[in-house]
Nanobody
Framework: QVQLVESGGGLVQPGGSLRLSCAASGSIFSLYDMAWYRQAPGKERELVATITSGGRTDYADSAKGRFTISRDNNKNTVHLQMNALKGEDTAVYYC???????????WGQGTQVTVSS
């Protein structure tokens, strides 16, 4: 089992940047596929970005060109660099760790991102 703890959320003005971090416990972090999801008030949780254990990345259309997902297996951490933030990026951002071959999925507790002037 892995425990995930997100950090780095906060209040930022439109056009600003934030860097989210997700710290994972456990010794096999490098084997996990990782992802960032977000959930805005009254909306369903949606996928933002993914990074596989091999480092391949993918992004939702809303994140392409503005967000960058990365991982540091030495520090058991995955990051989401968010630039050019918009009001519609306001949401609780969640980290997900997955071992698809074993049907294992673990969520963090979430971190609030608010984009407002």
């Amino acid at each position: 089992q892995v425990q995930l703890v997100e950090s780095g959320g906060g209040l930022v003005q439109p056009g600003g940047s934030l860097r989210l971090s997700c710290a994972a416990s456990g010794s096999i972090f490098s084997l996990y596929d990782m992802a960032w999801y977000r959930q805005a008030p009254g909306k369903e949780r949606e996928l933002v970005a993914t990074i596989t254990s091999g480092g391949r990345t993918d992004y939702a259309d809303s994140a392409k060109g503005r967000f960058t997902i990365s991982r540091d297996n030495n520090k058991n951490t995955v990051h989401l660099q968010m630039n050019a933030l918009k009001g519609e990026d306001t949401a609780v951002y969640y980290c997900l760790g997955s071992l698809p071959a074993f049907g294992k999925h673990y969520w963090g507790q979430g971190t609030q991102v608010t984009v407002s002037s």
